[in-house]
């Protein structure tokens, strides 16, 4: 299809070619008016970037302009495009950069898909490579070392995107990583789906560190579900500022030796010396670790942190170290490397929903100055006197404060404030906690199906209108619905309308096709419009046309969003321009 999509481009390309040059000699034979001239230079040189950029074919058989995956990055030029035919690749690859506004692309062509395999670790080395973008491509780690690695940055990344692909780490003997990169300045990472397969070991799904201006969304990390061929370890970990963990599912972190955690955020700061600070993690499901979100200070203070509309529960199949109930499912650790209380942490929790066996909500070795309101989230029956947990001595004086929050079948004792049990009379009336709680069986809460996990409301759902409005920090439950009257609490509003629908993980060539039809054929329909008034039309039209069907013969290389765009606002640019500088009408 690419053949045939650039065989009509270039017979369009000469048809074009031949009536540019013909009306060019006729205008520079009656030229009389310098604004003519300008403006048609102007419209040129707006074509000059784009124009030249190549789509470089990888045909495994011959036939294209290269074999290998690998031939076509170091071959490819700031702008490029690599299309990767359908099949398998056994090779490594070391990506290269591009420049700001002409990034390197290497994506699969084919709706039949593309695989990039290799014994060999890492099987794609990107740190030190900027202003890429590696799309629809999946990457296959299958070898027997002791560092598996998928995609490794050791060295710093300016801009890359990471993007619809799947990640398998098959084998290995050690540990590992889907992802890891070292340090990051903007750094996307969209539909992706990293799976942990080895029976060995202890392996990350993504470890991100010392990065700015991350974002980690429609994601899947996923490991075995068994405690004795389960080695997922770690879901998602970070460190930095400007961090979005939006629309994920962290699965199955059953790596008994490695404590793993779901989604951890460290306070290691960026690669310039920054504090961790301006970090969301939102409309997350997080299943069966023995923490589900875990934030660390380790070394700095973590500020300006939202956990919001977030699901986490364990499962009753879930065991850790032979036992059942072991997950906590969100704890908060003010920590330094010492294990001492150190550290200041700015922490929103709200309309999270938590289930889990051992502590929903864990708060450790906080200090003065910490600031972390806890609100209209929904804890369910906690068997270690742990819907909230303090052992802290004064925990209202570290900044700790609860409010609209339910408690579904909780003990009589389900908060531990000040290192002490206290039943919820206690923590309202004594310390002025959580007085516009909610408390019932999880009867009476009246989710869909809890034992099954379906924690949606339907209309008789308790905690529907018991919550508070946030709208000042966020408008949107965890289907992306806009949140409107009385908040409910828990991740879900109900009736806020139809979920926002899930980005789709397909290839991409249909679209390509579409959009290529489209820009053959509308200039097509513009000559049949005109046509119809005649050939001086027809002709005015073709003059004031023939740069912009000129340029059809890169149309099959304007794959990128961006240059897209460019040409639909050059192609409305150049036909102002050419109405301005005509004096006769058409």
């Known amino acids: 299809m690419a053949r045939i999509t650039l065989i009509l481009s270039m017979i369009t390309a000469v048809i074009a070619l031949l009536g540019g040059f013909r009306w060019l000699l006729a205008e520079w034979r009656q030229w009389r008016n310098r604004r003519r001239w300008i403006a048609m230079l102007c419209v040129l040189s707006l074509w000059a970037g784009p124009a030249w950029a190549s789509t470089l074919q990888v045909i495994p058989g011959g036939g294209g302009d ?17 299309n990767v035919q359908a099949g398998t690749y056994t090779e490594q690859l070391t990506l290269t950069s591009g420049t700001a506004g002409n990034l390197k692309t290497i994506q699969c062509g084919s709706v039949n898909g593309c695989t990039v395999q290799s014994t060999s670790s890492p099987v794609v080395t990107i740190g030190g490579a900027d202003y890429w973008v590696f799309d629809d491509i999946n990457v296959t780690y299958n070898g027997s070392g002791s560092a598996a690695r998928g995609f490794s940055g050791t060295s710093l990344i300016q801009t890359g995107t990471i993007s619809n692909l799947t990640i398998l780490i098959e084998s290995g003997t050690g540990g590992g990583f889907g992802i890891n990169v070292s340090t990051s300045r903007s750094l996307t990472i969209d539909n992706v789906v990293v799976t942990i397969t080895p029976t060995s070991g202890g392996y990350d799904g993504m470890q991100i560190l010392l990065s700015s201006n991350l974002t980690i969304t429609n994601s899947i990390i996923q490991g075995t579900a068994s405690e004795s061929t389960g080695f997922l370890q770690d879901g998602i970990v970070v460190s930095g500022t400007n961090i979005l963990i939006q629309d994920n599912q962290l699965l199955d972190g059953w790596q008994y030796d490695g404590h793993p955690d779901g989604i951890v955020v460290q306070g290691d700061g960026d690669d310039i010396g920054n504090p961790t600070d301006t970090v969301e993690i939102s409309r997350n499901i997080v299943k069966n ?29 879930y065991r850790y170290g032979g036992s059942a109930n072991k997950m906590n499912c969100l704890s908060l650790d003010g920590e330094n490397i010492g294990g001492s209380a150190a550290y200041v942490l700015e922490v929103e929790i709200s309309n999270n929903l938590m289930e889990c066996g051992q502590i929903d909500l864990l708060l450790a070795r906080l200090v003065v100055g910490s600031t972390i309101p806890i609100q209209n989230n929904i804890f369910i029956g906690p068997g270690f006197t742990g819907a909230i947990y303090s052992a802290s001595a004064d925990t209202a004086a570290l900044g700790v404060s609860a409010n609209y929050n339910y408690y579904a079948s909780a003990d009589g004792s389900p908060i531990r404030w000040n290192n002490t049990g206290i039943s919820l009379a206690t923590f309202s009336g004594t310390y ?24 949606t409301p339907k209309a008789t759902s308790d905690n529907i ?113 050419a109405l301005l500088t005509r004096k006769e009408k058409y």
């Not at 074999?67 to 071959?75: A, K, M, R, V, Y």
């Not at 700095?300 to 977030?310: G, S």
């Not at 007085?435 to 099954?452: F, K, P, Y």
Request: glycine content about 8%.
């Open 66 to 82: 290269y074999t290998t995956i690998q031939g076509c990055i170091s071959g490819m030029a700031a702008g490029d495009i690599c």
């Open 432 to 455: 002025g906690q959580d007085v516009n709680r909610r408390a019932a069986t999880t009867t009476v809460l009246d989710l869909t199906n809890i034992a099954s996990n379906d924690y």
């Open 289 to 317: 670790w023995t923490q589900g979100i875990y934030i660390d200070a380790i070394h700095d203070p973590i500020t300006n942190v939202k956990v919001v509309n977030n699901l986490m529960y364990e499962t009753s199949d």
């Open 465 to 577: 209108d018991r919550g508070t409005d946030l709208s000042a920090s966020f408008t949107t439950d965890i289907l992306g619905n806009t949140r409107t009257g009385t908040w409910d609490m828990g991740p879900y509003e109900y009736g806020a309308g139809s979920p926002v629908a899930t980005p789709v993980f397909t290839p991409n060539t249909a679209l390509r096709l579409i959009f290529h039809s489209i820009e053959v054929l509308a200039p097509l329909a513009g000559i049949l419009w005109h046509f119809r008034r005649g050939l001086a039309s027809v002709a005015a039209y073709l003059r004031m046309s023939a740069q912009l069907l000129m340029a059809l013969v890169v149309v099959p290389q304007l794959e990128m969003a961006g240059r897209r765009s460019a040409f639909v606002a050059l192609t409305t640019t150049s036909r102002a321009l």
